[in-house]
């Protein structure tokens, strides 16, 4: 993850700020930056969106192909998770840093999105056992100054929310086999349900008190920080822990009562 220098008269000031609810672009602990969404952004896929979130810039592009199911679930269909972080974001993206943290991104994307909690996969299902829908959902880090995860999860929402799959016609051929026809008309497409699709939270912990929306200088004074993912009817899908420091009992669940309130 992409970090700064902070210095110790900084961090001091981070502190202070932030147990007195001011932060230092005038934020309350519980306030977002300004976020701009933008869908519809890239024409050579089925869906896209981009999102700017303060100085963090995230664009994700959904492509549907058709593909066999996997072998477990022979009646849902699936998505695949790719995350490319741009060198343009930081320096430290450059080689092996950026291949490390798009596989940390990817793995926690499968976890949070690749559930029939959050997308409907009977829905992806073509013919059962046989053929079915694959969403490439391709994410590019633009800019980074933090708090990615809740970024790249609400553009993926904006760019499945865009994505238009085109209606498939099924026949047999004279063996008795299945033929698929996929409709060349834009407008004869089917659109995903999206209401279950989860938006992450990521809540850094900086001092006694915990902060949404953390920027680069404020996560560099966190000791960890919790991610959680939830469904706009209060659902929590996923939890996870990042950094070295302790969280103890209480302000986990302080953590995620604010997420559950927003």
Known sequence: ????????????YILHGVR?????????????????????????????????LGYSDVLVGVKAE????????PDQGY??????????????????GGEEL??????????VFSNKQSVDLHSLCISPGEHCWVL?????????????????????????FNTRIPKVHLSEDEEGGKEIELSDDPYDCVRLNVENVPCIVTLCKIGHRHVVDATLQEKACSVASLLIATTHRGTVTCVRKFGGGSLDPESIFEMIEVVLCF
């Open 1 to 12: 993850m992409a970090t700064v220098q902070v210095s110790e008269a900084e961090k001091v």
């Open 20 to 52: 007195d609810d001011l932060r230092v672009d005038g934020r309350g602990c519980e306030d977002y930056r300004h976020m701009d969404i933008e869908t519809d952004v890239v024409s050579n896929t089925d869906g896209s969106a981009k999102v700017s």
């Open 66 to 73: 058709v593909g066999k199911p996997r072998p477990a679930l």
């Open 79 to 96: 998505l695949e998770f790719f995350v490319d972080c741009s060198a343009n974001a930081t320096p430290e993206f450059e080689g092996r």
């Open 102 to 111: 798009g596989l940390e991104l990817s793995n926690t994307l499968y976890k």
């Open 136 to 160: 490439y959902v391709d994410v590019l880090l633009l800019q980074c100054d933090g708090n990615l995860f809740d970024a790249i999860s609400i553009a993926i929402k904006a760019a499945l």
